[in-house]
């Protein structure tokens, strides 16, 4: 399994952007990747999810108004989040699993960043 670091986090105002970025240790061209959040109180939280070939997927939530994407030779996914609201304040993990299926669930990720956090202000 790989190592992730993840970066980009910050305060912002509601209605700016963030662009998250979760760089890999090894090479991710053959894995699901996946960003989840946890905010104080609340259970760890599906927000985006890509798969080797560059399909994906995200939580209702977020939906037009986040994208992931992803860098196989860079070995870097990101997560552009654009409107971003105070209710995105949270935790941000990126996750990865060696797989050819799309993943959205955590239990399906063997691989996790240490987290960086987003804080949306009113």
């Known amino acids: 399994q790989v190592q992730l670091v993840e970066s980009g986090g910050g305060l912002v105002q509601a209605g700016g952007s963030l662009r998250l970025s979760c760089a890999a240790s090894?090479?991710?061209?053959?894995?699901?990747m996946g960003w989840f959040r946890q905010a104080p109180g609340k259970e760890r939280e599906f927000v985006a999810a890509?798969?080797?070939?560059?399909?994906?997927t995200y939580a209702d939530s977020v939906k037009g108004r986040f994208t992931i994407s992803r860098d196989n030779a860079k070995r870097t996914v990101y997560l552009q989040m654009n409107s971003l609201k105070p209710e995105d304040t949270a935790v941000y993990y990126c996750?990865?699993?060696?797989?050819?299926?799309?993943?959205?669930?955590?239990?399906?990720?063997?691989?996790w960043g240490q987290g960086t956090q987003v804080t949306v202000s009113s």
């Open positions: 996750a990865a699993q060696a797989s050819g299926s799309m993943l959205y669930e955590a239990a399906d990720f063997g691989s």
């Open positions: 090894g090479r991710i061209s053959r894995y699901a």
């Open positions: 890509i798969n080797w070939s560059g399909s994906s």
